[in-house]
């Protein structure tokens, strides 16, 4: 009995020693580590609640007790070091960091472009000259991180196991961020300071996975998606809110089912589990990399952060301004500074299938970048490979990046940020476009500047000759006498050779609006008692996965509620091959009193139109198409699938071809904006598949191949096309 109890005492004394906890820190700390020299640096990690931990490193000493298992201290701002000494933390047991130098400290993010690494056994996945990058890649003053976990939580993480520091060679530059290591090899050069580089990355990503809560709730225009974050957060205000909703549901469907098995009747069905409160299972989730990858290095000290990514974001356009300004809040919150440096890389040319969406892309990149303080964009517009979305050339991407810290974070006196547009004035047939981040704009081939257009009041651009001075470009075109318009490399096909006095090449811009009145005035003097309702371009025609309207002019709100007299639509199509314009003005008696159903007739609008339409007014430079006024015409307005059957019976179309009358299905996004002189067996106006972009179809007069009415035609790209939706009210 007694040798029972002593074994038993003896048991639990051991499971006691088990019990308390060693000191333990997270991967970030390890030997070959750096700190951020000249700023307080915190140092962290678990031990037992009470446990005093101390922290040694050159010469300082510093002492705390744990607190809920964790500790925190700071030690002191340190010059910078590249001698490796002993860092070490001491409590009930202790641990020894070797070789931890002080230097610059940068955070390298993004998705596979940031990702993409200086050497692997792949030729594709590996940059320029990898061989000879590998084998000179000996910096024992770099210092390599590699946080890519390719893991993702709804829940932040305190630490990503299985990392650790690594001394810059051959060897530990395999697969490591190259437009990172690039970057860090040129801070090294200029600024003879020890250099240690985070990379944490996953290619394919959007920027949604890599924002906090915390970020999401800085930014006004996202707060859809932040109280969809924060609705999956126990204990916020958000959560609290979906939860009693949830509650209340379930404990009415319990009196419900309790009240009919009483009564002798079938249970009602269970009520869901709210959608609020469901955790998506997907690495694209918002905050979900934030916290698996982001979240275990927080507090760590850190002079700034690199990012490249854009690409899963593409279709956001100007949104996307936003979305990076909740991620530079999320960033500066996580590493505790607000004005934390923070530097980008432009999207490079690439084939996106879109004649516009880069372009786009890029406008916007520019306006976040000029939104902020402290951010900077390194441009790649003539670095890129039109056929390949991860170009390989990611020396110049790092020294660009370089060349935006030396001068904007560590204070060099050098020219680190490419030409872009300021201003413009016209000047009879002349347009002069004025650049700032240039003294003297130059041509890197030496030949005439590319890129550049203008546009006349019809709205067609055309090539421009280009005379440089100075810091502006002189632009001139023989097919337009009246510019109105300006626009530089909008195209997703480009390799800008417009450079500074830096060799740094010049931002995509677009400028000038004409004057939606003038164009039509002129062309069609029966539509000026008419108003604009909306414009649009065809080529970029719906947002949101084709969900919205994508007007560039949206007046409807001023006319809600007025009574329509008449309905009118406009279109211009200029060839751009040939400059050709042509153009058709339909009128007719409203068919609906909605001022927002006269528009695009986008799914989402639930306001399909297929009806005849009184005293149509038509007039046209179309040949083909009969001018005058007509008892009545036919529209068939619908944002989804149809097919050639003669639904409505339109007298004179055909049951085998999509013409002036087809049958309008329920389901798919194709989508019909077509209005006909039936009785003349014409098409006046069509334009087909929304959500094509420039695969679209459109048309003024009956198609003379294919479809009378351009179904899948796929011909919108052959046009610059403008549609304006006009009304007059009573």
């Not at 609640?49 to 744990?66: L, P, R």
């Not at 210092?143 to 196991?161: A, C, E």
Request: charged share 20%; glycine share 8%; net charge positive.
């Amino acid at each position: 009995m007694k040798q029972s109890i002593f074994l038993l005492a003896a048991a639990a004394l051991f499971a006691g020693v088990q019990a308390s906890a060693n000191v333990k820190m997270p991967s970030i700390f390890s030997d070959n580590m750096i700190f951020q020299r000249e700023t307080k640096v915190n140092v962290w990690g678990w031990a037992d609640n009470g446990e005093e931990v101390t922290v040694s490193f050159k010469g300082q000493t510093v002492k705390t007790t744990a607190s809920g298992g964790k500790w925190m201290l700071q030690l002191a701002p340190m010059k910078a070091d590249a001698k490796g000494e002993i860092l070490t933390i001491k409590g009930k047991n202790q641990l020894t960091f070797k070789n931890v130098v002080v230097g610059e400290v940068w955070v390298c993010s993004g998705q596979s472009n940031m990702e993409m690494p200086v050497w692997t056994s792949s030729s594709y996945w590996r940059v320029d000259n990898a061989d000879a990058e590998r084998k000179n890649a000996n910096y024992p003053d770099i210092r390599l991180y590699k946080g890519n976990n390719y893991k993702f939580y709804q829940i932040p993480q305190k630490d990503n196991p299985g990392r650790s520091w690594m001394v810059c060679n051959s060897e530990s530059i395999v697969g490591f961020s190259a437009a990172g290591y690039f970057f860090g090899r040129e801070l090294l050069k200029v600024l003879k300071v020890p250099v240690g580089l985070i990379s944490v990355n996953w290619g394919g990503t959007r920027v949604e996975p890599w924002t906090s809560p915390y970020g999401f709730n800085q930014v006004p225009s996202l707060a859809k998606i932040a109280y969809q974050v924060n609705a999956k957060v126990p204990g916020t205000k958000e959560y609290k809110a979906e939860s009693a909703k949830a509650i209340a549901l379930a404990e009415k469907w319990l009196a419900d089912a309790k009240k009919a098995v009483a009564e002798g009747k079938m249970i009602p069905q269970q009520a869901l589990y709210p959608e609020a409160l469901k955790v998506s299972g997907r690495h694209q989730a918002p905050t979900v990399l934030y916290n698996s990858m982001i979240a275990p290095i927080r507090n760590f000290a850190v002079q700034g952060v690199l990012w490249y990514q854009g690409e899963s974001n593409l279709s956001d356009g100007m949104v996307y301004k936003d979305k990076m300004k909740a991620l530079v809040a999320s960033f500066r919150e996580a590493f505790g500074k607000p004005a934390m440096p923070f530097y980008f890389v432009q999207l490079a040319p690439f084939n996106y299938n879109h004649p516009t969406r880069l372009p786009e892309f890029w406008e916007a990149q520019q306006a976040f970048a000029d939104s902020e303080k402290n951010v900077g964009m390194a441009l790649t517009n003539d670095i890129g490979n039109f056929r390949d979305i991860h170009p390989h050339n990611k020396k110049d991407v790092g020294y660009r990046l370089a060349l935006l810290a030396l001068k904007h974070t560590y204070g060099q006196n050098l020219v680190a940020d490419s030409p872009f547009f300021q201003s413009f004035k016209v000047d009879g047939a002349k347009v002069i476009v004025t650049f700032r981040n240039a003294k003297a704009l130059k041509t890197a081939d030496g030949k005439p500047a590319k890129y550049f257009e203008i546009a006349g009041a019809n709205g067609a651009f055309f090539p421009a000759t280009v005379e440089l001075k100075g810091n502006t470009a002189v632009l001139s075109s023989s097919s337009v006498q009246k510019p109105y318009m300006v626009r530089f490399a909008w195209n997703p096909d480009v390799k800008v050779n417009l450079v500074n006095e830096n060799n740094l090449p010049a931002g995509a811009f677009r400028a000038g609006e004409v004057p939606v009145r003038e164009y039509l005035d002129a062309t069609v003097p029966e539509a000026k008692p008419f108003q604009v309702v909306y414009r649009f371009n065809p080529a970029a025609s719906v947002k949101n996965g084709g969900k919205e309207a994508n007007y560039s002019i949206d007046n409807s709100k001023s006319f809600a509620g007025k009574k329509i007299q008449r309905v009118g639509y406009f279109m211009s199509l200029t060839n751009r091959k040939t400059g050709k314009n042509d153009f058709v003005f339909v009128s007719m008696d409203p068919f609906t009193q909605d001022v927002r159903k006269i528009g695009l007739p986008v799914a989402s609008l639930k306001s399909p139109f297929q009806q005849i339409v009184k005293n149509l007014f038509v007039k046209s430079n179309v040949p083909s198409v009969k001018n005058g006024t007509f008892a009545d015409g036919n529209i068939e307005f619908w944002g989804t699938n149809y097919s050639q059957q003669n639904a409505a019976k339109i007298p004179g179309a055909s049951d085998g071809s999509f013409d002036f009358g087809d049958q309008r299905s329920g389901s798919g996004g194709y989508g019909s904006m077509q209005i006909h002189n039936y009785k003349e067996k014409q098409v006046l106006f069509a334009y087909n598949n929304f959500l094509a972009a420039a695969n679209g179809d459109i048309g003024i007069g009956s198609s003379k191949q294919g479809n009378p009415d351009y179904t899948f035609a796929k011909n919108l790209n052959n046009y610059y096309a403008d549609i304006l939706v006009l009304a007059q009210f009573e």
